[in-house]
């Protein structure tokens, strides 16, 4: 499983995740738009997509927002391997147990 927080969102991809041979890959899942500073809604569907190139990941999140129907684009984001990812200040990213 992945678990993704982009902002004070966050969501869950449970496929395994296989890159082609560009490096990219696209999985769906599900995504917590509205997680913060209480869960509002129920997850909604998902999919994760990015590119891995050596030791960078880029993602971004497309939310299908079955609420307010609209698709909501999240990221892109950039991650290094080996190096902690800037959280920002928000509680639920400090703490993700604290959002479930």
């Given at each position: 499983m992945t678990?993704?927080h982009v ?6 991809f ?7 041979a ?9 995504y917590?738009p ?6 509002r809604d129920?997850?909604?569907p998902a999919q994760?997509?990015?590119v891995?190139r050596?030791h960078?990941l880029?993602?971004?999140v497309a939310v299908?927002?079955t609420?307010e ?8 984001v ?5 190096r902690?990812?800037?959280m920002a ?5 400090a ?6």
């Amino acid at each position: 499983m992945t678990h993704v927080h982009v902002g004070c969102t966050y969501g869950d991809f449970p496929a395994a995740i296989a890159l082609d041979a560009a490096g990219r890959f696209s999985v769906p899942g599900e995504y917590q738009p509205r997680a913060y500073p209480i869960v509002r809604d129920p997850p909604m569907p998902a999919q994760l997509a990015g590119v891995v190139r050596g030791h960078q990941l880029t993602l971004t999140v497309a939310v299908n927002d079955t609420i307010e129907k609209k698709l909501v684009v999240l990221g892109p984001v950039t991650v290094d391997y080996g190096r902690e990812p800037d959280m920002a200040i928000c509680p639920i990213c400090a703490d993700p147990s604290a959002a479930r």
